[in-house]
């Protein structure tokens, strides 16, 4: 098992201290799959405080929770204490923070088998639910009943999905049915929550799974009832922004694309991307471009950089051939089609005697001929051609 040094001296400095301590989590699953963890957690018997008192480096990140964050030399390391799982009467906090003895009942309280397992540099792997076979058979299966742990935290029914996705699993089948009978109480979970995990379920190697929990009514209270060709995700890159975007095309019908900026706000979604997801479904109705100047002076709607996404939106979707337009692209990124990318400014105009209104007309004219011949953009060039439009 591959964990870092840095991890390892964090779990012996507990232990030398008279405790016991754990990798958990997501860094033991990645691990496992050969692939490099995020972050790591430790699971220990150890008190926050007094894990602080253990390090030089420390920050409270949780101590309600129970959790400290170990600054070492090469990664920060999330030291939590052992924890049981606790009531969560109003299916969003736990009604209280409840510890543990050992690691199993610390085990026990987390999500799917492949997520509750622990590794110990001299005791090697704690396994109670059969993580390591499931990870092996590309398995996703709840750590005990399925209905009961979903109850517990309706979250666990997108995050089902969303790990699917990610590893490219299949969900054994009683979590499957327990994902879809507990799916509508993913209402009562707090916005922030499910972005995050809707976000990472569209975003990976299964996306079609979203229908899973649609279908289910899963997302009714944020307007989402219904999606048509969720497989065509998969073929958009795997990306954030245009994931969003394309989920939201499959999901929503004309005149529902209306809803787009109520449904990411209800989701607390940030306004930047919600802006960039907003500009990427109006250009997916426009009409495409025709050549290279029209292409550049669409830019200043839709900035270069998000023009692939477009292209990939639109052939996908709309099943244009968008060949041309991807090879227009990177020559007209290059070139300048903004007034920030004149070689001269309201500044330099001002020298002419070109003032006031008069400013802003100049630079528009400046920049549609440069839009039409690049060359032109040299600072004497545009000089010249200025002192002609000057009334
Ligand atoms: P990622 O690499 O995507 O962060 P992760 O497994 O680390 O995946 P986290 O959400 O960071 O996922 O959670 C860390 C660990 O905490 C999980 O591996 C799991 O053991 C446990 N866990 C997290 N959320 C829940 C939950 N809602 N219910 C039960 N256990 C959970
Ligand atoms: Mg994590």
Avoid at 139 to 167: H, Q, T
Wanted: hydrophobic share 40%.
């Amino acid at each position: 098992m591959d964990i870092p040094q840095d991890v390892q001296q964090v779990i012996r400095t507990i232990e030398s201290a008279g405790y016991t301590a754990w990798a958990v989590g997501g860094c033991v699953r990645d691990s496992l799959l050969n692939k490099k963890p995020k972050d790591y957690d430790v699971a220990s018997s150890c008190p926050p405080e007094y894990v602080c008192r253990l390090f030089k480096k420390c920050a409270k990140t949780g101590i309600k929770y129970g959790t400290v964050t170990v600054i070492t030399d090469t990664v920060p390391v999330e030291v939590t204490v052992y924890r049981r799982e606790s009531g969560y009467s109003d299916r969003r906090h736990p009604d209280r923070i409840a510890f543990a003895e050992d690691i199993t009942t610390d085990l026990s309280r987390r999500d799917f088998t492949i997520n509750a397992m622990a590794w110990h540099p001299q005791r090697g792997l704690c396994d109670p639910f059969g993580g390591k076979g499931d990870i092996e058979n590309r398995v996703i299966r709840a750590a005990g009943d399925p209905n009961v742990r979903f109850d517990e935290d309706a979250l666990r029914v997108l995050r089902c999905l969303r790990f699917a996705s990610e590893l490219d699993f299949e969900v054994e089948s009683r979590t499957l049915d327990a994902v879809i009978k507990k799916a509508p109480a993913l209402a009562n979970i707090s916005a922030e929550r499910v972005r995050d995990e809707l976000v990472k379920l569209i975003s990976g190697s299964r996306p079609e799974l979203a229908e899973v929990i649609i279908k289910a009514g899963g997302l009714a209270h944020i307007g989402i009832e219904k999606i048509s060709n969720p497989k065509l995700l998969r073929r958009l890159p795997p990306a954030k922004l245009v994931r969003i975007a394309g989920f939201l095309w499959c999901c929503l019908d004309d005149r529902a694309r209306q809803t787009i900026k109520i449904i990411l706000s209800s989701l607390r979604v940030d306004n930047r991307t919600i802006f960039a997801v907003c500009s990427l479904m109006s250009e997916m109705t426009r009409p495409l471009p025709k050549n290279s100047v029209e292409l550049k002076k669409r830019f200043s709607h839709l900035p270069p950089q998000e023009w692939e996404n477009l292209l990939a939106l639109r052939s996908i979707f709309l099943k244009e051939d968008t060949h041309h337009i991807n090879e227009m692209l990177a020559q007209a990124k290059s070139e300048p089609w903004s007034r920030s990318m004149l070689a001269v400014s309201g500044h330099d105009l001002a020298k002419l005697g070109i003032e006031g209104r008069d400013t802003g007309r100049v630079l528009k004219k400046l920049l549609e001929k440069v839009i039409r011949e690049p060359e032109l953009n040299d600072r004497d060039t545009l000089m010249d051609i200025a002192a002609n439009l000057k009334s």
